[in-house]
Nanobody, 119 residues
């Protein structure tokens, strides 16, 4: 079935770094806009960062200057380098193509990867 596969999450101290990776299962990224979304317990799903096929990027204000999104379209890979992590970054992170529907932070498309940042 169509899925995204995220990896790289874990537990880290505030100020640390993690690198998230995502690939496609059952489809290819092609020219889709790709994004990382996150949802903390009790919070709404939010867009963290997005990258287009032409490398145009956007970031949530809360992560600008700390996170970097990148891609390798030929190998169906998208990455999120997360630096200077803060406790408020704690969330489950999901990788999505823009055409995914039904919500970007549920486990229909993927299980996501959990990031936990401690003080």
């Amino acid at each position: 079935e169509v899925r995204t596969l995220e990896s790289g999450g874990g537990s880290v101290q505030a100020g640390g770094s993690l690198r998230l990776s995502c690939t496609a299962s059952g489809f290819t990224f092609d020219d889709s806009d790709l994004g990382w979304y996150r949802q903390a317990p009790g919070s709404e799903c939010e867009l963290v960062s997005n990258i287009a096929s032409d490398d145009t990027t956007q970031y949530a204000d809360s992560v600008k200057g700390r996170f970097i999104i990148s891609q390798d379209r030929a190998n169906n890979m998208v990455y999120l380098q997360m630096n200077s992590l803060k406790p408020e970054d704690t969330a489950k992170y999901f990788c999505r193509a823009d055409w995914f529907r039904g919500g970007y932070c549920n486990d229909y498309w993927s299980q996501g990867t959990l990031v936990t940042v401690s003080s």
